[in-house]
């Protein structure tokens, strides 16, 4: 079983940045993936794609986020989001996962506030 476990959220002004983090633990397979990213969920909103990288290193993005945030990966399988030109409409609990097949696994969110 793989274990995601996410830190970096905090408040932060507008136009401000962060980075994420999500180090995985577990079992030897959380080196193997299709992809792993990042969602996010506001307030009284459903679950938002935010981005992900695939197996072969390829980044997507949200509409929404594209050209703001990066999604990264280093060689001990931690994943980040750096996050730029921070926005109020960027303000949820964001969370990472990590797929392979069909198991996957989610950690339990860091939250994120934009605020003056």
């Known amino acids: 079983q793989v274990q995601l476990e996410e830190s970096g959220g905090g408040l932060v002004q507008p136009g401000g940045s962060l980075r994420l983090s999500c180090a995985t633990s577990g079992s030897i397979f959380r080196f193997m993936f299709d992809d792993m990213g990042w969602y996010r969920q506001a307030p009284g909103k459903q679950r938002e794609f935010v981005a992900n990288i695939t197996e072969f290193g390829h980044a997507n993005y949200g509409d929404s986020v594209e050209g703001r945030f990066t999604i990264s990966r280093d060689d001990r399988n931690t994943l980040y989001l750096q996050m730029d030109n921070i926005q109020a409409e960027d303000t949820g609990v964001y969370f990472c996962?990590?797929?392979?097949?069909?198991?996957?696994?989610w950690g339990q969110g860091t939250q994120v506030t934009v605020s003056l």
């Open positions: 996962y990590w797929k392979l097949g069909s198991g996957d696994s």
